[in-house]
Nanobody
Framework: QVQLVESGGGLVQAGGSLRLSCAAS????????MGWFRQAPGKEREFVAG????????YYADSVKGRFTISRDNAKNTVYLQMNSLKPEDTAVYYC????????????????????WGQGTQVTVSS
């Protein structure tokens, strides 16, 4: 498995921006499709954004489309989530996840398809 460490969370006002980073180690980073999920208090974990192993394909939850951008730098073993126009309903713990490219369903939004997870980073958006 690959080890994942998220950073970049914090407190921001509505309308503001944050950039989350997720550093990977332990395996060949380009062997993995990557995703971001989030979990708000009292709610189930939900898919936010995903990116293919080469960075050539990206996909988003409807709730963040047009506001969030996922990207990756395979030379730095890092995946990013740029979050703009943040809303109070974006408040959650954000998790980075990795799924092996050869066995994972293409453009999967299912948490079960991602075998490796980070510890999460808190994002709080105040109104």
């Amino acid at each position: 498995q690959v080890q994942l460490v998220e950073s970049g969370g914090g407190l921001v006002q509505a309308g503001g921006s944050l950039r989350l980073s997720c550093a990977a180690s332990g395996r060949i980073f380009s062997s993995y499709n990557m995703g971001w999920f989030r979990q708000a208090p009292g709610k189930e974990r939900e898919f936010v954004a995903g990116i293919g192993w080469s960075g050539g394909s990206t996909y988003y939850a409807d709730s963040v489309k047009g506001r969030f951008t996922i990207s990756r730098d395979n030379a730095k073993n890092t995946v990013y989530l740029q979050m703009n126009s943040l809303k109070p309903e974006d408040t959650a713990v954000y998790y980075c996840a990795a799924g092996p490219r050869y066995t994972m369903m293409v453009a999967s939004r299912e948490a079960a398809d991602f075998g490796s997870w980070g510890q999460g980073t808190q994002v709080t958006v105040s109104s």
